[in-house]
Protein backbone atom coordinates (compact mmCIF):
# COMPACT_ATOMS: atom_id res chain seq x y z
CA UNK A 1 0.00 0.00 0.00
CA UNK A 2 1.03 3.49 -0.90
CA UNK A 3 2.53 5.58 2.32
CA UNK A 4 2.45 8.97 -0.05
CA UNK A 5 -0.54 10.44 -1.24
CA UNK A 6 -0.11 13.33 -3.35
CA UNK A 7 -3.77 14.66 -3.94
CA UNK A 8 -7.08 12.43 -2.17
CA UNK A 9 -8.95 11.12 -4.81
CA UNK A 10 -12.04 11.68 -3.15
CA UNK A 11 -12.43 14.32 -0.72
CA UNK A 12 -14.98 14.79 1.95
CA UNK A 13 -17.62 17.31 -0.32
CA UNK A 14 -17.42 14.61 -2.77
CA UNK A 15 -18.19 11.73 -0.26
CA UNK A 16 -21.39 13.35 1.18
CA UNK A 17 -22.81 13.24 -2.24
CA UNK A 18 -22.20 9.69 -2.63
CA UNK A 19 -23.73 8.53 0.72
CA UNK A 20 -26.67 11.16 -0.54
CA UNK A 21 -27.06 9.13 -3.68
CA UNK A 22 -27.17 6.05 -1.68
CA UNK A 23 -29.64 7.01 0.84
CA UNK A 24 -31.89 8.27 -1.95
CA UNK A 25 -31.61 4.92 -4.13
CA UNK A 26 -31.55 2.59 -0.81
CA UNK A 27 -33.49 4.76 1.73
CA UNK A 28 -32.50 3.05 4.74
CA UNK A 29 -36.23 3.17 6.24
CA UNK A 30 -37.33 0.61 3.73
CA UNK A 31 -34.36 -1.11 2.72
CA UNK A 32 -33.95 -4.39 3.87
CA UNK A 33 -30.41 -3.74 6.03
CA UNK A 34 -28.94 -6.30 4.19
CA UNK A 35 -29.47 -5.29 1.14
CA UNK A 36 -28.52 -2.00 2.09
CA UNK A 37 -25.03 -2.73 3.36
CA UNK A 38 -24.12 -4.27 -0.16
CA UNK A 39 -25.21 -1.41 -1.98
CA UNK A 40 -23.36 0.57 0.40
CA UNK A 41 -20.06 -1.77 -0.39
CA UNK A 42 -20.64 -1.10 -3.99
CA UNK A 43 -21.04 2.46 -3.69
CA UNK A 44 -17.38 2.00 -2.20
CA UNK A 45 -18.47 3.65 1.22
CA UNK A 46 -18.08 0.69 3.23
CA UNK A 47 -14.27 1.02 3.76
CA UNK A 48 -13.44 4.16 1.56
CA UNK A 49 -9.95 4.07 2.07
CA UNK A 50 -9.93 0.64 0.53
CA UNK A 51 -9.56 0.10 -3.57
CA UNK A 52 -12.55 1.43 -6.06
CA UNK A 53 -14.49 -2.15 -6.42
CA UNK A 54 -13.54 -3.83 -3.10
CA UNK A 55 -16.03 -1.61 -0.96
CA UNK A 56 -13.95 1.44 -0.86
CA UNK A 57 -12.82 4.85 -3.27
CA UNK A 58 -9.11 5.22 -2.48
CA UNK A 59 -9.77 8.20 -0.41
CA UNK A 60 -7.94 8.72 2.67
CA UNK A 61 -8.66 6.63 5.78
CA UNK A 62 -9.59 9.43 7.51
CA UNK A 63 -12.55 10.34 5.58
CA UNK A 64 -14.05 7.37 6.86
CA UNK A 65 -15.43 9.03 9.99
CA UNK A 66 -17.26 11.73 7.58
CA UNK A 67 -19.10 8.84 5.97
CA UNK A 68 -19.86 6.82 8.92
CA UNK A 69 -21.33 10.80 10.70
CA UNK A 70 -23.76 11.03 7.66
CA UNK A 71 -25.17 7.48 7.33
CA UNK A 72 -25.36 7.52 11.07
CA UNK A 73 -27.85 10.64 11.13
CA UNK A 74 -29.64 9.28 8.26
CA UNK A 75 -30.45 6.29 10.61
CA UNK A 76 -28.71 3.64 8.10
CA UNK A 77 -28.24 0.22 9.47
CA UNK A 78 -23.99 -1.15 10.55
CA UNK A 79 -22.43 -4.22 9.94
CA UNK A 80 -22.13 -4.52 13.80
CA UNK A 81 -18.65 -4.52 14.02
CA UNK A 82 -18.08 -5.93 17.13
CA UNK A 83 -19.82 -9.27 15.85
CA UNK A 84 -17.34 -9.28 13.02
CA UNK A 85 -14.27 -7.96 14.25
CA UNK A 86 -11.71 -10.57 13.27
CA UNK A 87 -13.18 -10.35 9.88
CA UNK A 88 -13.16 -6.79 9.69
CA UNK A 89 -9.60 -5.62 11.48
CA UNK A 90 -7.41 -8.87 10.86
CA UNK A 91 -8.82 -11.13 8.16
CA UNK A 92 -9.82 -8.54 5.58
CA UNK A 93 -5.92 -6.24 5.91
CA UNK A 94 -4.39 -9.54 5.08
CA UNK A 95 -7.17 -10.77 2.56
CA UNK A 96 -5.99 -7.18 0.86
CA UNK A 97 -2.12 -7.04 1.37
CA UNK A 98 -1.87 -10.88 0.23
CA UNK A 99 -5.02 -11.90 -1.74
CA UNK A 100 -5.12 -12.29 -5.50
CA UNK A 101 -7.87 -10.51 -7.61
CA UNK A 102 -9.83 -13.22 -6.84
CA UNK A 103 -9.86 -14.03 -3.62
CA UNK A 104 -10.32 -10.24 -2.42
CA UNK A 105 -13.40 -10.21 -5.20
CA UNK A 106 -14.96 -13.67 -3.76
CA UNK A 107 -13.96 -12.34 0.36
CA UNK A 108 -14.10 -9.08 0.98
CA UNK A 109 -17.97 -7.99 0.15
CA UNK A 110 -19.76 -10.98 2.36
CA UNK A 111 -16.94 -10.55 4.66
CA UNK A 112 -17.91 -6.95 5.04
CA UNK A 113 -21.30 -6.79 5.44
CA UNK A 114 -21.53 -9.41 7.84
CA UNK A 115 -22.81 -11.96 6.17
CA UNK A 116 -20.08 -14.48 6.91
CA UNK A 117 -18.09 -14.58 10.09
CA UNK A 118 -14.44 -15.13 10.03
CA UNK A 119 -12.35 -16.90 12.52
CA UNK A 120 -8.72 -17.17 13.30
CA UNK A 121 -6.43 -20.26 13.75
CA UNK A 122 -3.30 -19.51 14.75
CA UNK A 123 -2.88 -20.27 18.33
CA UNK A 124 -2.12 -24.06 19.50
CA UNK A 125 -1.41 -25.93 22.61
CA UNK A 126 1.64 -25.45 22.48
CA UNK A 127 2.81 -22.28 20.43
CA UNK A 128 0.69 -19.16 22.07
CA UNK A 129 3.22 -16.44 22.64
CA UNK A 130 6.25 -18.62 20.42
CA UNK A 131 3.85 -18.89 17.51
CA UNK A 132 6.25 -19.56 15.23
CA UNK A 133 6.74 -23.33 16.85
CA UNK A 134 3.14 -23.94 15.09
CA UNK A 135 2.71 -28.00 14.76
CA UNK A 136 -0.50 -27.84 12.51
CA UNK A 137 0.94 -29.59 9.28
CA UNK A 138 -0.34 -28.97 6.16
CA UNK A 139 1.34 -31.33 3.23
CA UNK A 140 0.74 -31.02 -0.76
CA UNK A 141 -1.75 -33.41 -2.62
CA UNK A 142 -2.24 -32.54 -6.32
CA UNK A 143 -3.70 -28.95 -6.08
CA UNK A 144 -4.71 -29.24 -2.59
CA UNK A 145 -3.01 -29.09 1.09
CA UNK A 146 -3.90 -31.40 3.73
CA UNK A 147 -4.43 -30.01 7.22
CA UNK A 148 -3.66 -31.99 10.12
CA UNK A 149 -3.57 -30.62 13.99
CA UNK A 150 -5.11 -28.88 16.90
CA UNK A 151 -5.98 -25.08 17.11
CA UNK A 152 -6.61 -23.74 20.67
CA UNK A 153 -8.38 -20.14 21.82
CA UNK A 154 -10.25 -19.61 19.10
CA UNK A 155 -13.34 -17.15 19.35
CA UNK A 156 -15.95 -17.46 17.27
CA UNK A 157 -14.86 -20.56 15.57
CA UNK A 158 -18.95 -21.45 16.32
CA UNK A 159 -19.93 -19.19 14.16
CA UNK A 160 -17.55 -18.86 11.37
CA UNK A 161 -18.03 -19.64 7.98
CA UNK A 162 -13.66 -18.82 7.32
CA UNK A 163 -10.87 -19.18 9.03
CA UNK A 164 -6.92 -17.22 8.21
CA UNK A 165 -5.33 -20.46 9.12
CA UNK A 166 -1.18 -20.64 9.60
CA UNK A 167 -0.12 -24.42 9.01
CA UNK A 168 3.81 -25.74 8.82
CA UNK A 169 4.76 -26.72 5.32
CA UNK A 170 8.03 -27.13 5.18
CA UNK A 171 9.27 -28.61 8.76
CA UNK A 172 12.90 -29.21 8.01
CA UNK A 173 13.03 -25.29 7.93
CA UNK A 174 13.91 -23.45 10.35
CA UNK A 175 10.85 -22.37 12.47
CA UNK A 176 9.54 -19.00 11.27
CA UNK A 177 10.30 -20.18 7.33
CA UNK A 178 8.52 -23.16 6.86
CA UNK A 179 4.91 -21.64 7.35
CA UNK A 180 1.94 -20.81 4.74
CA UNK A 181 -0.99 -18.59 5.26
CA UNK A 182 -4.26 -20.52 4.14
CA UNK A 183 -7.83 -19.67 4.13
CA UNK A 184 -10.25 -22.32 5.71
CA UNK A 185 -13.48 -23.31 5.14
CA UNK A 186 -15.12 -23.62 8.82
CA UNK A 187 -17.59 -25.62 7.05
CA UNK A 188 -15.45 -28.71 5.27
CA UNK A 189 -15.50 -32.23 6.63
CA UNK A 190 -12.57 -32.67 9.65
CA UNK A 191 -13.21 -29.49 11.11
CA UNK A 192 -14.49 -30.18 14.53
CA UNK A 193 -14.95 -27.24 16.67
CA UNK A 194 -15.55 -27.91 20.72
CA UNK A 195 -16.69 -25.12 23.08
CA UNK A 196 -13.70 -23.80 25.61
CA UNK A 197 -15.15 -22.00 28.70
CA UNK A 198 -13.46 -19.44 29.82
CA UNK A 199 -14.13 -16.95 33.42
CA UNK A 200 -17.32 -15.53 32.34
CA UNK A 201 -18.76 -18.65 32.64
CA UNK A 202 -19.26 -18.48 28.40
CA UNK A 203 -17.84 -20.26 25.37
CA UNK A 204 -16.64 -17.22 23.58
CA UNK A 205 -14.08 -19.38 22.07
CA UNK A 206 -13.08 -23.24 21.21
CA UNK A 207 -10.98 -25.45 20.44
CA UNK A 208 -10.67 -26.74 16.96
CA UNK A 209 -9.30 -30.23 15.21
CA UNK A 210 -8.09 -30.17 12.10
CA UNK A 211 -8.33 -34.06 10.74
CA UNK A 212 -7.55 -34.41 6.70
CA UNK A 213 -8.89 -31.11 6.19
CA UNK A 214 -8.47 -30.61 2.30
CA UNK A 215 -7.56 -26.59 1.40
CA UNK A 216 -7.18 -26.17 -2.17
CA UNK A 217 -4.18 -24.32 -3.27
CA UNK A 218 -5.88 -21.19 -4.68
CA UNK A 219 -7.01 -20.36 -1.09
CA UNK A 220 -3.31 -20.13 0.05
CA UNK A 221 -2.79 -16.30 0.84
CA UNK A 222 1.05 -15.37 0.01
CA UNK A 223 3.90 -17.85 -1.54
CA UNK A 224 4.62 -20.61 0.15
CA UNK A 225 6.88 -20.96 3.30
CA UNK A 226 5.91 -17.36 3.53
CA UNK A 227 2.74 -17.25 5.99
CA UNK A 228 4.96 -15.85 8.93
CA UNK A 229 5.56 -12.77 7.23
CA UNK A 230 1.93 -12.78 5.91
CA UNK A 231 0.55 -13.50 9.69
CA UNK A 232 2.49 -10.29 11.16
CA UNK A 233 0.22 -8.16 8.83
CA UNK A 234 -2.79 -10.08 10.64
CA UNK A 235 -1.12 -9.61 14.30
CA UNK A 236 0.08 -5.76 13.64
CA UNK A 237 -3.56 -5.09 12.49
CA UNK A 238 -5.33 -7.10 15.58
CA UNK A 239 -3.77 -5.01 17.81
CA UNK A 240 -5.00 -1.85 16.67
CA UNK A 241 -8.38 -4.07 16.08
CA UNK A 242 -7.77 -4.61 20.02
CA UNK A 243 -6.94 -1.83 21.23
CA UNK A 244 -7.36 1.32 18.98
CA UNK A 245 -10.74 1.25 18.51
CA UNK A 246 -12.38 5.01 18.29
CA UNK A 247 -14.57 6.37 21.50
CA UNK A 248 -15.41 9.70 22.35
CA UNK A 249 -14.39 11.60 25.22
CA UNK A 250 -15.24 9.78 28.32
CA UNK A 251 -16.60 7.01 26.66
CA UNK A 252 -16.22 3.43 27.12
CA UNK A 253 -15.59 1.90 31.06
CA UNK A 254 -14.67 4.95 31.83
CA UNK A 255 -17.38 6.39 31.24
CA UNK A 256 -19.74 3.68 32.94
CA UNK A 257 -17.65 4.39 36.40
CA UNK A 258 -17.46 8.16 36.12
CA UNK A 259 -21.90 8.09 35.39
CA UNK A 260 -21.83 5.59 38.72
CA UNK A 261 -19.47 7.92 40.46
CA UNK A 262 -21.90 10.88 39.68
CA UNK A 263 -25.30 9.29 40.33
CA UNK A 264 -24.38 7.66 43.27
CA UNK A 265 -22.95 9.59 46.07
CA UNK A 266 -23.64 7.14 48.90
CA UNK A 267 -20.52 5.10 47.50
CA UNK A 268 -18.03 7.51 47.51
CA UNK A 269 -15.00 7.48 49.42
CA UNK A 270 -11.62 9.71 48.82
CA UNK A 271 -9.39 7.18 48.17
CA UNK A 272 -11.80 5.73 44.77
CA UNK A 273 -11.73 9.52 44.24
CA UNK A 274 -7.90 10.06 43.92
CA UNK A 275 -8.01 6.52 41.81
CA UNK A 276 -10.86 7.44 39.65
CA UNK A 277 -9.07 10.74 38.47
CA UNK A 278 -6.13 9.05 37.73
CA UNK A 279 -7.75 6.74 35.48
CA UNK A 280 -9.98 9.53 33.93
CA UNK A 281 -6.65 10.95 32.88
CA UNK A 282 -4.84 8.21 31.81
CA UNK A 283 -7.97 7.22 29.98
CA UNK A 284 -7.75 10.26 27.79
CA UNK A 285 -4.12 10.16 27.43
CA UNK A 286 -4.65 6.77 26.13
CA UNK A 287 -7.79 8.51 23.74
CA UNK A 288 -5.83 11.25 22.61
CA UNK A 289 -2.78 8.52 21.26
CA UNK A 290 -5.37 5.98 19.57
CA UNK A 291 -6.66 9.63 17.42
CA UNK A 292 -2.66 9.92 16.68
CA UNK A 293 -2.62 6.10 15.34
CA UNK A 294 -5.01 6.32 13.15
CA UNK A 295 -3.93 9.41 11.87
CA UNK A 296 -1.00 7.46 11.31
CA UNK A 297 -2.57 4.57 9.81
CA UNK A 298 -4.02 6.94 7.29
CA UNK A 299 -1.03 7.10 5.50
CA UNK A 300 0.53 3.78 5.95
CA UNK A 301 0.10 0.30 7.56
CA UNK A 302 0.13 -0.25 11.38
CA UNK A 303 3.44 -0.59 12.70
CA UNK A 304 5.08 -1.90 16.94
CA UNK A 305 2.99 1.66 18.06
CA UNK A 306 0.05 -0.36 17.75
CA UNK A 307 1.44 -3.13 20.30
CA UNK A 308 1.80 0.08 22.81
CA UNK A 309 -2.31 0.94 22.29
CA UNK A 310 -3.31 -2.46 22.67
CA UNK A 311 -0.84 -2.26 26.06
CA UNK A 312 -2.46 0.62 27.26
CA UNK A 313 -6.02 -0.43 26.56
CA UNK A 314 -5.44 -4.25 28.67
CA UNK A 315 -4.48 -2.24 31.49
CA UNK A 316 -6.86 0.48 31.44
CA UNK A 317 -9.63 -2.02 30.96
CA UNK A 318 -8.82 -3.87 33.98
CA UNK A 319 -7.76 -1.04 36.51
CA UNK A 320 -11.43 0.52 35.31
CA UNK A 321 -13.17 -2.58 35.60
CA UNK A 322 -11.94 -3.25 38.95
CA UNK A 323 -12.48 -0.09 40.57
CA UNK A 324 -16.23 -0.11 39.16
CA UNK A 325 -16.62 -3.41 41.26
CA UNK A 326 -14.99 -2.09 44.33
CA UNK A 327 -17.07 1.35 44.66
CA UNK A 328 -20.35 -0.92 43.68
CA UNK A 329 -19.44 -3.52 46.73
CA UNK A 330 -21.59 -6.19 46.59
CA UNK A 331 -23.38 -5.23 43.95
CA UNK A 332 -20.68 -5.01 42.21
CA UNK A 333 -20.15 -9.08 42.54
CA UNK A 334 -23.64 -10.04 40.79
CA UNK A 335 -23.23 -11.64 37.66
CA UNK A 336 -26.59 -12.32 36.18
CA UNK A 337 -25.77 -15.96 34.65
CA UNK A 338 -23.08 -18.27 35.28
CA UNK A 339 -25.32 -21.06 32.47
CA UNK A 340 -23.04 -21.95 28.86
CA UNK A 341 -23.51 -19.14 26.86
CA UNK A 342 -22.48 -18.68 23.22
CA UNK A 343 -22.36 -15.04 22.58
CA UNK A 344 -22.11 -13.62 19.83
CA UNK A 345 -19.29 -10.21 20.81
CA UNK A 346 -17.67 -9.27 23.48
CA UNK A 347 -20.17 -6.78 24.92
CA UNK A 348 -18.22 -3.98 27.44
CA UNK A 349 -20.36 -1.50 27.73
CA UNK A 350 -24.32 -3.75 27.27
CA UNK A 351 -23.32 -6.14 30.32
CA UNK A 352 -23.16 -5.68 34.06
CA UNK A 353 -19.74 -4.77 36.31
CA UNK A 354 -18.96 -8.09 36.88
CA UNK A 355 -18.90 -9.20 33.53
CA UNK A 356 -16.74 -6.67 32.41
CA UNK A 357 -14.12 -7.43 35.63
CA UNK A 358 -14.04 -10.77 34.64
CA UNK A 359 -14.01 -10.44 30.97
CA UNK A 360 -11.03 -7.82 31.08
CA UNK A 361 -8.91 -10.50 32.25
CA UNK A 362 -8.82 -11.72 28.79
CA UNK A 363 -7.42 -8.74 27.82
CA UNK A 364 -4.03 -8.69 28.51
CA UNK A 365 -3.76 -12.05 26.95
CA UNK A 366 -5.96 -12.10 23.90
CA UNK A 367 -3.98 -10.48 20.61
CA UNK A 368 -0.54 -10.90 22.30
CA UNK A 369 0.22 -11.19 26.10
CA UNK A 370 1.20 -7.49 27.42
CA UNK A 371 4.98 -9.52 28.68
CA UNK A 372 5.16 -10.36 24.98
CA UNK A 373 4.12 -6.57 23.65
CA UNK A 374 6.65 -4.96 26.45
CA UNK A 375 9.33 -7.34 24.33
CA UNK A 376 7.88 -5.72 21.19
CA UNK A 377 8.10 -2.22 22.49
CA UNK A 378 12.00 -2.75 24.04
CA UNK A 379 12.96 -4.48 21.08
CA UNK A 380 10.83 -2.16 18.20
CA UNK A 381 10.38 1.03 19.35
CA UNK A 382 13.05 1.72 21.81
CA UNK A 383 15.97 -0.06 19.78
CA UNK A 384 16.92 -2.30 23.56
CA UNK A 385 19.04 -5.20 22.95
CA UNK A 386 17.07 -8.46 21.19
CA UNK A 387 15.92 -11.62 23.52
CA UNK A 388 18.42 -14.05 23.05
CA UNK A 389 17.08 -16.50 20.12
CA UNK A 390 19.18 -19.71 20.05
CA UNK A 391 16.38 -21.55 17.86
CA UNK A 392 16.09 -19.20 14.91
CA UNK A 393 18.13 -20.99 12.64
CA UNK A 394 17.36 -24.36 13.60
CA UNK A 395 14.99 -26.71 11.47
CA UNK A 396 11.58 -26.90 13.26
CA UNK A 397 11.49 -30.52 12.59
CA UNK A 398 14.86 -30.63 15.21
CA UNK A 399 13.38 -28.13 18.12
CA UNK A 400 12.86 -29.82 21.20
CA UNK A 401 9.21 -29.74 21.55
C1 LIG B 1 -10.14 -13.98 25.14
C2 LIG B 1 -9.13 -14.61 24.23
C3 LIG B 1 -9.40 -14.78 22.89
C4 LIG B 1 -8.47 -15.37 22.03
N1 LIG B 1 -8.80 -15.55 20.72
C5 LIG B 1 -7.92 -16.16 19.89
C6 LIG B 1 -8.27 -16.44 18.54
O1 LIG B 1 -9.39 -16.14 18.09
N2 LIG B 1 -7.40 -17.09 17.76
C7 LIG B 1 -6.16 -17.45 18.19
O2 LIG B 1 -5.39 -18.00 17.42
N3 LIG B 1 -5.78 -17.22 19.49
C8 LIG B 1 -6.66 -16.59 20.34
N4 LIG B 1 -6.30 -16.36 21.66
C9 LIG B 1 -5.02 -16.88 22.13
C10 LIG B 1 -3.97 -15.84 22.45
O3 LIG B 1 -3.43 -15.28 21.28
C11 LIG B 1 -2.86 -16.57 23.28
O4 LIG B 1 -3.47 -16.98 24.48
C12 LIG B 1 -1.70 -15.67 23.55
O5 LIG B 1 -0.96 -15.41 22.39
C13 LIG B 1 -0.75 -16.27 24.61
O6 LIG B 1 -0.39 -17.57 24.31
P1 LIG B 1 -0.54 -18.74 25.39
O7 LIG B 1 -1.93 -18.71 25.94
O8 LIG B 1 -0.08 -20.01 24.76
O9 LIG B 1 0.43 -18.36 26.59
P2 LIG B 1 2.01 -18.57 26.64
O10 LIG B 1 2.62 -18.10 25.38
O11 LIG B 1 2.27 -19.97 27.07
O12 LIG B 1 2.41 -17.57 27.78
C14 LIG B 1 2.33 -17.90 29.17
C15 LIG B 1 2.93 -16.75 29.98
O13 LIG B 1 4.33 -16.60 29.64
C16 LIG B 1 4.61 -15.26 29.25
N5 LIG B 1 5.62 -15.25 28.19
C17 LIG B 1 5.67 -16.08 27.10
N6 LIG B 1 6.72 -15.75 26.31
C18 LIG B 1 7.35 -14.69 26.91
C19 LIG B 1 8.50 -13.91 26.59
N7 LIG B 1 9.21 -14.14 25.48
N8 LIG B 1 8.84 -12.90 27.43
C20 LIG B 1 8.11 -12.64 28.56
N9 LIG B 1 7.02 -13.37 28.93
C21 LIG B 1 6.63 -14.37 28.11
C22 LIG B 1 3.28 -14.74 28.71
O14 LIG B 1 3.23 -13.33 28.74
C23 LIG B 1 2.28 -15.38 29.65
O15 LIG B 1 2.17 -14.65 30.84
C24 LIG B 1 -7.21 -15.79 22.54
C25 LIG B 1 -6.92 -15.60 23.91
C26 LIG B 1 -7.86 -15.03 24.74
C27 LIG B 1 -7.52 -14.86 26.20
Not at 70 to 92: S, T, V
Not at 206 to 231: C, H, K, M, Q, Y
Amino acid sequence: MSTTRHRPAVDADELRRRVRELLDAHPPATTDRLDFLRARFDAGLAWVHYPAGLGGLDAPRSLQAVVDAELEAAGAPDNDPRRIGIGLGMAAPTILGFGTDEQRQRLLRPLWTGEEVWCQLFSEPGAGSDLAALATRAVRDGDDWVVDGQKVWTSSAHLARWAILIARTDPDQPKHRGISYFICDMTDPGVEVRPLRQITGEAEFNEVFLTGVRIPDSRRLGEIGEGWRVAQTTLMNERVAIGGGRVPREGGMIGLVADTWRQRPELRTHDLHQRLLGLWVESEAARLAGERLRQQLAVGQPGPEGSAMKLAFARLNQQISALEVELLGEEGLLYDDWTLRRPELVDFTGREAGYRYLRAKGNSIEGGTSEVLLNIIAERVLGLPPEPRTDKDLPWKDLPR
